[in-house]
Nanobody, 120 residues
Framework: QVQLVESGGGLVQTWGSLNLSCVAS????????MGWYRQAPGNQREVFAL???????NVAESVQVRFTLSGDTYKNTVYLQMNRLQPEETAAYYC??????????????WGQGTQVTVSS
């Protein structure tokens, strides 16, 4: 019913930058929020950036100096600019959306994930 397509991951050296994107499509009436999560091997998936009501954002304190969230939930798109990446941030990065469907039902959806590898 809803698809989230992520792109922009890859291999980068320490202190390098990457820009991730996530586009939602399908039977969407309205996106309530879109967020970025990451999961390193052996760790739990953690949220660190969230966007809602168009362009309102909240980014975790641990990354907010280096990461910038942009896009617009009313346009079903969110971007994540990541600067000065560190090896410990190597993880699979996932986009998540809280979506109200055209049927009136709300549900959560995940993208397929994009791998970010930061080499030391």
């Amino acid at each position: 019913q809803v698809q989230l397509v992520e792109s922009g991951g890859g291999l980068v050296q320490t202190w390098g930058s990457l820009n991730l994107s996530c586009v939602a499509s399908g039977s969407i009436f309205r996106i309530i929020s879109m967020g970025w999560y990451r999961q390193a091997p052996g760790n739990q998936r953690e949220v660190f950036a969230l966007m809602w009501s168009g362009r309102r954002t909240n980014v975790a304190e641990s990354v907010q100096v280096r990461f910038t969230l942009s896009g617009d939930t009313y346009k079903n798109t969110v971007y994540l600019q990541m600067n000065r990446l560190q090896p410990e941030e190597t993880a699979a990065y996932y986009c998540n959306a809280d979506v109200m469907l055209v049927t009136g039902i709300s549900d959560y959806y995940w993208g397929q994930g994009t791998q970010v590898t930061v080499s030391s």
